[in-house]
Nanobody, 120 residues
Framework: QVQLVESGGGLVQTGGSLRLSCEAS????????MGWYRQAPGKQRELVARITSGGSTNYADFVKGRSTISRDNAKNTVYLQMNSLKVEDTAVYYC??????????????WGQGTQVTVSS
């Protein structure tokens, strides 16, 4: 079975930086896109950034210019470098990946989430 394990969350002051990592492990034949979502208390989960296997990226407007998503295909790992963090970036950040794990179809998998808290 596939697992996604996130790391890198924590407490940071306004204007600070964090780098999130997410490694996929288990029976993995192929990974299509990988990405990061976030969910703040009382709000819906929303896309932060996503990257395809070929390296094409897309970002939510609220992180454009402040964050960079990247991936290491050899390590099945995706990263999110977040700079100039704001209080409103406080949320649980979830890793998401579209993976083919021995089946003919790709499925979406989620990590357990990592808390990011930005203090003023």
């Amino acid at each position: 079975q596939v697992q996604l394990v996130e790391s890198g969350g924590g407490l940071v002051q306004t204007g600070g930086s964090l780098r999130l990592s997410c490694e996929a492990s288990g029976r993995i034949d192929s990974i299509n896109f990988m990405g990061w979502y976030r969910q703040a208390p009382g709000k819906q989960r929303e896309l932060v950034a996503r990257i395809t296997s070929g390296g094409s990226t897309n970002y939510a407007d609220f992180v454009k210019g402040r964050s960079t998503i990247s991936r290491d295909n050899a390590k099945n790992t995706v990263y999110l470098q977040m700079n100039s963090l704001k209080v409103e970036d406080t949320a649980v950040y979830y890793c998401n990946a579209n993976i083919r794990d021995g089946d003919i179809y790709y499925q979406n998998f989620w990590g357990q989430g990592t808390q990011v808290t930005v203090s003023s």
